[in-house]
């Protein structure tokens, strides 16, 4: 049961409310039960995409709260099945993983109901490579150079800063290639790397 915690209604901050938004207090229960308390910032004229990531993020939290009251979560739907004709290459690939006897499992959320409906919500303020320029271990970013999902691992090797870096682009190997494709996967490459920088 949700704790009732008695906030103050007065703005308490050290530093002034800015006219661009509109602030309030709210208390919510998350998954592990316990009650938190927290400053509510919604922008009062928000550009387009700005905009988009709030209503977004309002969607999203409004799912949070009916889950909450169900006890369980909403599912987003794994890979689509039956796989329509002109679905796009990457799609294709995922169903013959995930749908197939080759990557099919009963507990896969890919394969079945898939990931939460409010799984993304922790992703949409968190730019994912912001600080990766602070790594100063070795990094070996090891894609298929014909995944749709390549770019990823491209964009993440021009922001790392150090000298122990290395990008390996598998020739002609789509996404899920490098999941269960013993003959692609460079297991020799991934030795060397960790014999090599692991050392201690």
Request: charged share 30%.
């Amino acid at each position: 049961m949700e704790e009732k915690l008695h906030l103050t209604a007065e703005w308490d901050k050290t530093f002034p409310k800015s006219e661009k938004v509109n602030h309030r207090k709210v208390t919510f229960h998350n998954r592990y039960g316990i009650t938190l308390a927290a400053d509510l910032y919604e922008p009062k004229n928000a550009e387009d995409s700005e905009a988009a990531r709030y209503e977004k993020r309002k969607a999203l939290n409004a799912q949070r709260v009916i889950d909450y009251k169900n006890g369980s979560y909403q599912r987003a739907g794994g890979v689509v099945d039956p796989l329509p004709a002109d679905a796009p290459f990457f799609v294709k690939d995922y169903h013959d993983y995930y749908k197939t006897s080759r990557g099919y499992h009963p507990r896969s959320l890919n394969s079945n109901d898939g990931w939460n409906v409010t799984s993304s919500l922790s992703f949409l303020n968190m730019p994912i490579l912001q600080y990766s320029h602070e790594i100063r271990s070795a990094v070996l970013l090891v894609h298929g150079k014909k995944a749709h999902s390549c770019y990823f691992s491209k964009d993440a090797f021009e922001k790392l800063t150090g000298e122990n870096k290395e990008l390996l682009l598998i020739p002609g190997a789509v996404h899920t290639d490098l999941y269960d494709q013993v003959d692609v996967i460079p297991f020799d490459k991934m030795a060397a790397f960790f014999k090599e920088n692991m050392r201690g």
